[in-house]
């Protein structure tokens, strides 16, 4: 079994297809699918199920391809270390991160670190789902809030200011609530998935939960931003997505002093790449960059 037949099987299982993966190898789709069938015999199990339209992975294929993720990782780690003297960071980093944080601090970031480190390749997506860093082959992911219980490493990059606000609008035709408890009585915006939807404050010097309901739930908080905007509620959301409507009296804050700490934006990894000399310059470079912008 040849390590250039891991890194295309690797490739393959990424785009989903030997085309994609071909164009992304630039190398020619009959040559992919024999080298990964070439694989497959060395292995002796079947990797793939193969038909017209896209490839699917088999159990064993999975296993394998977690494996081969790590052993691959390590390979690139042990190189950049040998190199770093002389190379310092480079090679693929594929990153995860919410929408809109990776839109407004995460897009200029990245364009500024590639243009000091020419030998680093990103591939980005921007979501709010919860990606599995490890079992979607992801090398580092950003996530903003508590972290849940997990065997990925995390690294703090900073703190979030959460800001509770609403339009101007809002306030002359609803008012606006003086203590958290008013919210029951009000239209609340919903950033989230699933389930009741809770909101913090800090009251008589203890942390309460008050739950808010409302006409609206999404899972982008540019979305409920711009739904507040249009007068249509109460919202609850990090400092970066509503500081420039609030710069414009687009919105106006409510319950300033029922606010708790902010939240937390973390790096996380998986453990087989906490060597990696990539991850970690880009978390270093995250952690200087984000602490000018970012405050709780």
């Known amino acids: 079994m040849q390590l250039d037949d891991m890194r295309i099987f690797v490739a ?3 785009a989903h297809n030997f085309t994609a993966a071909a164009n992304r190898l630039s190398l ?12 497959e015999e060395a292995l002796g199990v079947r990797l793939l199920i193969r038909n017209t339209r896209k490839l699917a992975v088999t159990e064993l294929g999975q296993e394998f391809y977690e494996r081969a993720r790590r052993i691959l990782g390590e390979v690139e780690d042990a190189e950049q270390a040998m190199s ?4 310092g960071p480079r ?23 590639l ?15 919860t990606v599995d860093v490890v079992g979607e082959g992801f090398d ?3 996530r903003i809030g508590t972290l849940p219980d997990s065997t990925l490493i995390a690294q703090k990059l900073a703190d979030v200011r959460m800001v509770a606000c609403c339009s101007p609008a809002y306030v002359r035709r609803r008012g606006a609530p003086k203590v958290p408890a008013d919210l029951e009585r009000h239209s609340c915006l919903l950033y989230g998935q699933g389930g009741a939807v809770s909101w913090e404050f800090v009251v008589d010097g203890a942390l309460r939960s008050f739950e808010v309901r409302g006409p609206l739930r999404a899972n982008n908080g540019d979305l409920i931003r711009d739904a507040a905007v249009a007068g249509l509620g109460i919202v609850r959301l990090p400092d970066f997505i509503v500081a420039d409507a609030i710069r414009r009296a687009q919105l106006v804050t409510v319950l300033d002093e029922f606010q708790p700490r902010g939240l937390t934006a973390y790096a996380v990894y998986p453990q087989h790449r906490q060597s990696s000399v990539t991850i970690r310059v880009f978390v270093a470079f995250l952690r200087e960059q984000l602490g000018k912008v970012l405050v709780a």
């Not at 020619?28 to 694989?39: E, G, H, I, T």
């Not at 770093?84 to 190379?87: G, T, Y």
């Not at 995860?96 to 970031?109: D, E, I, R, Y």
């Open 28 to 39: 020619s789709k009959q040559f992919v699918s024999r080298r990964v069938m070439a694989l």
């Open 91 to 113: 090679g693929l980093l594929r990153v995860s991160a919410p929408m809109s944080f990776g839109m407004m601090h995460l897009s200029p970031l990245v364009a500024m670190f």
């Open 115 to 129: 243009r000091k480190h020419g030998d680093v390749r990103f591939d980005m997506e921007l979501s709010d789902r």
């Open 140 to 142: 580092m992911a950003i």
């Open 84 to 87: 770093l003297r002389r190379a």
């Open 12 to 14: 393959t299982v990424d």
